[in-house]
């Protein structure tokens, strides 16, 4: 069984400090992952995601991420944050094994960025 | 442009007055989804689509049904609809089944039912 932990559901940085916000996951098997980011009123959009390969994700915006297996994390980290990164961020998971329809969610994380 | 489009964006109904949500993409894509997001609990399934004239439920489908008589569009409908429905909806969808597809979404619907 999947399941995704985001830890803080809220996060507040001041603009320029680092971004960390943290996921991590249960899967009986390397699974995928994803970011999404959903600014105020609008959709989910995918900032990163991995699958295969190179453990550090490089994606949208200056974001990216590291899988860690042995930590079973994906943390996502920008290292200087702007105010237009003020959104909800969600951590996503699917099991390479079980099919299409198996993305799970965490609960999210509300980034505030302090001027 | 390549997007999921939902409407309504708002809607304020009240108890056991029949609704549908309207979703559509102009991608192809083969798999398309439903989801409630309510604070705290994140992002929960509600019914998917692998195909035309296939759906199945996922997490948390009742009191909800969908239908998918065309590839592009897949509405949800409530029946009767009750508070505990108020919530925010996405449509999704992907190219296609692999796991690793990465999904759109589109921009929401807050419902809010009386």
Request: no cysteine.
């Given at each position: 069984a999947q399941s995704v932990t985001q830890l803080g559901s809220h996060v507040s940085v001041s603009e320029g400090a680092l971004v960390l916000l943290r996921c991590n996951y249960s899967s009986s098997v390397p699974p995928y992952l994803f970011w999404y980011v959903q600014y105020p009123n609008q959709g989910l959009q995918l900032l990163l995601k991995y699958t295969t390969g190179a453990t550090l994700v490089k994606g949208i915006n200056g974001f990216e991420a590291e899988f860690k297996k042995s930590e079973t994390s994906f943390h996502l980290t920008k290292p200087s944050a702007h105010m237009s990164d003020a959104a909800e961020y969600f951590c996503a998971v699917s099991d390479?094994?079980?099919?299409?329809?198996n993305l799970f969610f965490g609960t999210g994380t509300r980034l505030t960025v302090i001027p | 442009e390549a997007q999921v489009t939902q409407n309504p964006r708002y809607l304020i109904t009240v108890t056991g007055k029949k609704l549908t949500v309207t979703c559509s993409q102009n991608?192809?894509?083969e798999y398309m989804s439903w989801y409630r997001q309510d604070p705290g609990l994140g992002l929960r399934q509600i019914y998917y689509s692998m195909n035309v004239e296939v759906t199945d439920k996922g997490d948390v489908p009742e009191g909800y049904k969908v239908s998918r008589k065309e590839k592009r569009n897949f509405p949800l409908i409530l029946e009767s609809p009750s508070p505990n429905q108020t919530s925010l909806y996405f449509c999704a969808s992907k190219p296609?089944?692999?796991?690793?597809d990465t999904q759109y979404f589109g921009p929401g619907t807050r419902l809010t039912v009386l």
């Open positions: 390479p094994q079980t099919g299409a329809n | 991608m192809n894509h296609g089944l692999a796991s690793a």
